[in-house]
């Protein structure tokens, strides 16, 4: 069964500091891999997703993301960071093999100070 | 073009009562999955219906349930409720599956008091 880490529940940056979200992965194979990111009381956004070729995934708002195969990573990186980034973010992991469902990591909750 | 509605936005039940949430997809996905969030679970998969058929079921009770229409619109029913049952129910769609990835509707906020 697949499953997802976010070893961090809660990250503060300074506005215009890089921001790096961990997220690791449990999976028998190469999964597909999104990082979504949820504002108070509404769904959720896709961010970015990889499912093969170049490991370095480029997403909206400026953020990117790193698949890691031998550290069963993913991690979510922004070079700078604004105050409308204050959200919650989730990594997701889904199976390559069918069963078209996404399993979620307990997602990161970012505030950022001004 | 239109994302993914979902109604009502928020919704009140009284406990043994059931309730019907109700999700439109993106114009041409035939995928919808439906998850449900709570503070203490996170984000967890209900099922998913792709051509009005169910692929696949998440580990919650025959409780809840779900169906697809010929026009790719889904309604999950959720009978004898529970305290527990309340969370905010997110519906995505998708053109076919995981690969092409889902979008999120905003959710129904369902409350049972």
Known sequence: AQSVTQPDIHITVSEGASLELRCNYSYGATPYLFWYVQSPGQGLQLLLKYFSGDTLVQGIKGFEAEFKRSQSSFNLRKPSVHWSDAAEYFCAVGATGGGNKLTFGTGTQLKVEL | ?113
């Not at chain 2, 449900?36 to 998969?45: A, E, H, R, S, V």
């Not at chain 2, 079921?57 to 999950?76: A, D, L, T, V, W």
Request: hydrophobic letters at 25%; one cysteine or more.
């Open chain 2, 1 to 113: 073009k239109a994302g993914v509605t979902q109604t009502p936005r928020y919704l009140i039940k009284t406990r043994g009562q059931q309730v019907t949430l109700s999700c439109s997809p993106i114009s041409g996905h035939r995928s919808v999955s439906w998850y449900q969030q709570t503070p203490g679970q996170g984000l967890q998969f209900l099922f998913e219906y792709f051509s009005e058929t169910q692929r696949n079921k998440g580990n919650f009770p025959g409780r809840f349930s779900g169906r697809q229409f010929s026009n790719s619109r889904s309604e999950m029913n959720v009978s004898t409720l529970e305290l527990g049952d309340s969370a905010l129910y997110l519906c995505a769609s998708s053109l076919a599956g995981t690969r092409e990835g889902y979008t999120f509707g905003s959710g129904t906020r369902l409350t049972v008091v």
